[in-house]
């Protein structure tokens, strides 16, 4: 059984924040931080992140990199070898000596910024480790190469208890790290998988049932089991089926991502959703104005309100997007005001400065749902 989250653990997007704080700190050089002996790239520990298999670590890491517009190096140190991180050995015949040649992978430019992540840190062997300690701790190889000072080293690794493959870490090198456990959190999920245009499905059921995003219990861990990198599948396979028209898959291929138990409920939810059944296509309805029925359950309504702003995000024809905007505004128009002023803020988030957006707010029937549904005291879209 998976053991109960640590006291202090931290969301995926917290630890987004510490690092650019830890960025932020290396690249101001700010003096406060120096001391006589050191500089801010060795004052500033290295960060060592811990969780379980799935919550999106390197994922985190990898798109902060990609935010800031730095360098990203993502080490799988289990895959490599020892001489990997030194340097290959090359006899010198005329001085009688050996001498070491780099990798290449290794940041040479004085003035690049980065972050290099020794990833899979505690699924290396003590050897590996062994020869990680003299880069990450001293941020040097010898004489022959030292890390730029622009650059951030942290590394990333899982739990014993979480049954994945790990070998205990030194305690010379854990003194070194400043330790942090990540849990997977259903708010920065939720908020990440709207970014990344999801299927609202998932979004929706993780809404549902945030206890499912990530679960170990009961769950055979040899097969698929619910975490937000096996979720974010789920969701790809969703595409595929409905694109292809073949949604009679998923009862096999939602089961191999999330478990039986999850996949059960997540099933049982997608069938209910009436309007991902083969009678009514939300895309095809918002273009040719075919009403869409309203479920009569909160909670199938809220899937319904998703799908449809999910589909208006989705649609980028410039000829249609009227046709698609106002038969849009003609739905908001039969929600509740609750359920109206969500999807009006949820689409204006995902569209607002672009011109689809303006399509949207110069639609005579723009006005209307305004000041029927969202007064300014109310809401505010």
Request: aromatic share 8%.
């Amino acid at each position: 059984m998976r053991k109960e989250k640590t006291p202090g653990a931290i969301s995926i997007n917290e630890l987004k924040d510490l690092l650019r704080d830890n960025l932020n700190a290396l690249w101001e050089n700010d003096p406060a931080l120096h001391t006589k002996y050191a500089e801010a790239s060795m004052m500033i520990p290295p960060i060592m992140v811990w969780g379980a298999p799935g919550v999106g670590k390197s994922t985190a890491v990898r798109e902060l990199a990609k935010e800031l517009g730095i360098g990203f190096i993502d080490v799988r140190l289990a895959q490599r070898e020892p001489v990997d991180m030194r340097g290959l050995p090359v006899p010198d015949e005329r001085e009688n000596t050996v001498k070491w040649l780099v990798s290449g992978e290794w940041p040479r430019d004085p003035e690049s910024r980065g972050i290099i992540m020794f990833d899979e840190l505690t699924a290396a062997d003590k050897t590996l480790q062994v020869a990680a300690y003299e880069f990450i701790l001293d941020r040097r190889l010898g004489s022959l190469y030292s890390v730029p000072p622009g650059w951030y080293i942290m590394a990333a690794g899982n739990r014993v208890e979480d049954r994945a493959v790990a070998c205990a870490m030194s305690s010379a090198l854990a003194n070194r790290f400043l330790h942090v456990e990540v849990a997977a959190e259903a708010g920065s999920f939720l908020e990440w998988a709207k970014e990344n245009n999801l299927h609202p499905a998932v979004i929706d059921f993780i809404k549902l049932r945030p206890e499912l995003l990530f679960s170990q219990e009961k769950e055979e861990l040899q097969r698929g089991w619910p975490s937000p990198r096996s979720w974010e599948r789920v969701s790809t396979m969703l595409k595929i089926a409905e694109k292809n028209r073949r949604k009679t898959t998923l009862k096999h291929t939602i089961p191999g991502l999330v478990g039986q138990g999850a996949a059960a409920e997540f099933l049982a939810f997608y069938k209910n959703m009436f309007y991902m059944s083969d009678t009514i296509d939300i895309a095809e309805a918002l273009r040719s104005g075919r009403p869409i029925p309203l479920p009569r359950k909160a909670d199938l309504l809220h899937a319904c309100c998703g799908a449809v702003a999910y589909h208006v995000k989705l649609a980028r024809d410039e000829k249609t997007f009227p046709a698609i905007a106002e038969n849009f505004l003609k739905f908001v128009q039969t929600l509740p005001s609750d359920f109206a002023a969500m999807i009006m803020n949820d689409v204006e988030s995902a569209l607002k400065g672009t011109p689809r957006w303006q399509v949207i707010e110069k639609h005579p029937l723009f006005a209307t749902v305004r000041r029927k549904y969202a007064p300014e005291s109310l809401f505010d879209f």
